[in-house]
């Protein structure tokens, strides 16, 4: 069993002030893989005081300082692939296939902030002034459990890219993960106070991030709940935020759509990272007049993916990371029944032979009008609702009635056409005929799934502030 006592201040692995256990249960077999002792506002407190002090000098550095440190991060990273993708699979339930996707997600993320930064000017002419980019201060960064060490790396190499230093609260479910990538980042180098990691709860760590005087931006990715706390109770401090919330991401089949094509794709979009995604495309609208062909591809196509465990290289969909997800997809599953929506595939209950892990029979339901609850929340596990339309006119209206706007995707073989539509979806992100990802370019969401953007040029730009010197 792995115990888990320290947490990184100031350059170091310490004990931590605080002194609450969690319990690191695993996914795919309920069995207890460790324990975890949690930091509090004590902890907290010291690390964004070690950030604050670290800051004087590191706002300072200069772009080739920066790109150094990135470049050996990136190193010290790869080196430990195998363990960082082993870790990933056993504590989160991530499959192999899964998190080895992640994993590239994660060192191309630093190789973006290398290339960005050497092409990056922090200061240029603008009329009779100059107008420079400053590093924002001190980042609080608070990242969630399905692709926990992903994200902290993205983030955490923008700031640094930035000139600035950050205080990481990741998801304590996550914390075998956590450690190991805690291990790399030590062999870094970055002066002491750069960066921290604080295990610990949202309402203990990311309440006092949220609110200390000295974090003066936080970058965020989780629910439009708990957003929407980070937003109001940062603005006491008129902190600088980036929230990448929550999704329910349409997917628009066009009249033309090659459908022995685009609904494998379509369940491959919907039931991306166990459906634990929050760009994952969970209303499939498909045109009324081709819905029971539709239906007769999907339950052939849904016989190919497999439901198992995440160490086996051909299991497509892993166990939710925790009970309570599993029940809350569970409870999702009966309220779409009870609204009247009809089950094609899937349902209540564990797959046959799973039945000591979270494991989610992957379902898929039609007959759904987009006022039923399973069409307006986010249920973040494999669970697809299937739309009709009649026009492509009504299609979008479809999908762009929704609190949400992170991804929408849109398949079909006029990509003239496709890119019209895209044009009119609401999204922060408009994907045409499959997943496409481009590092370089901004990803974020409108509405209520977030606000400002990351990766790329743009997400640089989100770790600075404008200033305008006149002579």
Not at 421 to 433: D, W
Request: glycine letters at 10%; aromatic letters at 6%.
């Amino acid at each position: 069993m792995k115990l888990i006592d320290k947490i990184y201040i100031n350059g170091e692995f310490v004990k931590p002030h605080g002194t609450e256990l969690f319990d690191l249960i695993s996914p795919s077999t309920q069995q207890l893989l460790g324990k975890v002792t949690l930091g509090d506002e004590t902890d907290t407190r010291n690390a964004i005081a070690a950030a604050k002090e670290a800051f004087k000098s590191f706002s300072r550095t200069s772009k080739a300082e920066r790109i150094s440190y990135l470049e050996k991060m990136y190193a010290a990273v790869l080196k430990r692939k195998k363990e960082l993708i082993d870790v990933m699979v056993e504590e989160y339930g991530g499959t192999v296939l899964f998190s080895t996707a992640s994993f590239q997600n994660t060192i191309d993320s630093i190789s973006v902030n290398i290339e960005v930064l050497k092409n990056f000017n922090f200061d240029k002419k603008v009329g009779n002034s100059t107008v420079v980019l400053n590093p924002v201060g001190v980042v609080g960064i608070i990242t969630p459990w399905n692709a926990s060490n992903g994200f902290i790396c993205g983030k955490l190499s923008t700031a640094i890219a930035a000139g600035c230093t950050a205080v990481i609260k990741p998801s304590e479910m996550s914390a075998m993960q956590t450690q190991l990538i805690a291990e790399c980042l030590d062999e870094v180098g970055l002066p002491k106070g750069v960066f921290n990691i604080v295990n610990g709860l949202g309402s203990v760590v990311g309440a006092e991030i949220t609110r200390n005087a000295d974090i003066a931006k936080i970058s965020f990715t989780g629910s439009t709940v708990v957003g929407k706390t980070i937003a109001r109770d940062g603005a006491e401090t008129i902190k600088r935020i980036t929230l990448e919330l929550g999704g329910k991401s349409a997917n628009i089949l066009m009249e033309d759509a090659d459908l022995h094509v685009a609904i494998p794709q379509s369940l491959g979009l919907a039931f991306m990272n166990s459906g634990q995604a929050c760009i994952a495309a969970t209303r499939l609208l498909v045109p009324e007049s081709r819905l029971e062909e539709v239906k007769t591809i999907i339950k052939d196509s849904i016989s190919h993916i497999k439901v198992g465990d995440p160490r086996d290289e051909t299991s497509h969909i892993g166990p939710m990371v925790s009970k309570k997800q599993y029940e809350r997809v569970q409870n999702y599953i009966k309220i779409g029944i009870e609204e009247g929506a009809s089950l094609l595939t899937g349902g209540p209950g564990h797959p046959e032979g799973l039945e000591n892990g979270n494991f989610v029979k992957p379902t898929v339901f039609v007959n759904v009008t987009n006022d039923m609850r399973i069409a307006r929340e986010e249920i973040f596990g494999p669970v697809l609702s299937v739309i009709t339309y009649k026009t492509l006119d009504e299609a979008i209206e479809i999908a762009n009635d929704t609190a949400y706007g992170l991804s929408a995707y849109v398949q079909g073989q006029d990509e003239k056409k496709a890119y019209e539509i895209a044009l009119r979806l609401e999204s922060g992100r408009v994907a045409i005929n499959g997943f496409k990802h481009e590092p370089l370019a901004p990803f974020g969401g409108v509405k209520q799934s977030g606000i400002g953007r990351e990766f790329g040029e743009y997400g640089l730009e989100e770790y600075l502030e404008t200033k305008t010197v006149l002579i």
